[in-house]
């Protein structure tokens, strides 16, 4: 069973940048995409970034232009990039690997936007 380790949370103050990072057990480029989804107190777990095979990446519109996903195959690592952050944006950030229907996740990491 694949393994996803994520860091890089932390508390940053609003209009801050933090970069996660999310180690993978496998080779990246066995899954069909790999991304990130978030959940806030007392909120769904919502999608984020994903990046495919293919390097095709795609974002939910809450952080496009803000937010950049991005990866390395031989570090099996894949990272989000988070500018401009958002007080409303605090939540456990959750790393995602995708093959076919099944879904893997990580055990997530804390970013807390606060000044």
């Known amino acids: 069973q694949v393994q996803l380790l994520e860091s890089g949370g932390g508390l940053v103050q609003p209009g801050g940048s933090l970069k996660l990072a999310c180690v993978v057990s496998?080779?990246?480029?066995?899954?069909?995409?790999v991304g990130w989804h978030r959940q806030a107190p007392g909120k769904e777990r919502d999608f984020v970034a994903s990046?495919?095979?293919?390097?095709?990446?795609q974002y939910t519109d809450a952080v496009k232009d803000r937010f950049t996903i991005s990866r390395d195959g031989v570090k099996k690592t894949v990272y989000l990039q988070m500018n401009n952050l958002k007080p409303e944006e605090t939540a456990v950030y959750y790393c995602?690997?995708?093959?076919?229907?099944?879904?893997?996740w990580g055990q997530g990491t804390q970013v807390t936007v606060s000044s």
């Open positions: 496998e080779n990246i480029f066995n899954f069909n995409a």
């Open positions: 995602t690997a995708n093959i076919l229907t099944r879904r893997s």
């Open positions: 990046i495919n095979v293919g390097g095709k990446t």
